[in-house]
Nanobody, 114 residues
Framework: VQVVESGGGLVQPGGSLTLSCAAS????????VGWYRQAPGKERELVAT???????THTDSVKGRFTISRDNDKNAVYLQMNSLKPEDTAVYYC?????????WGQGTLVTVSS
């Protein structure tokens, strides 16, 4: 039972990346899922969430640039990131919750730099 992030990397300011969170051993569609990020020297912050029913939220700093989505057939949740800024540089984590079960991935590093 785990979730695994992928898709991070180095991108120039203004560029795009899509992060994926893939689940195994669970029915991912039952879970509420969040993307968090932690920049060097800062606390982990919530970036976006998607419920099992598909309702979404995005923190103000990423609204209009990032979009969270899910594909239950593929047991995956995505974070489409556009117009990336240097301040988006962080390790991005996937978090999945269902009743008393909470899962964290190992994180994927996103670096926005020219």
């Amino acid at each position: 039972v785990q979730v695994v992030e992928s898709g991070g990397g180095l991108v120039q300011p203004g560029g795009s990346l899509t992060l994926s969170c893939a689940a195994s051993g669970i029915i991912f569609g039952d879970f509420n899922v969040g993307w968090y990020r932690q920049a060097p020297g800062k606390e982990r912050e919530l970036v976006a969430t998607i419920t099992s029913g598909g309702s979404t939220t995005h923190t103000d700093s990423v609204k209009g640039r990032f979009t969270i989505s899910r594909d239950n057939d593929k047991n995956a949740v995505y974070l489409q990131m556009n117009s990336l800024k240097p301040e988006d540089t962080a390790v991005y984590y996937c978090n999945a919750k269902f009743r008393s079960l909470e899962l964290w991935g190992q994180g994927t590093l996103v670096t926005v730099s020219s």
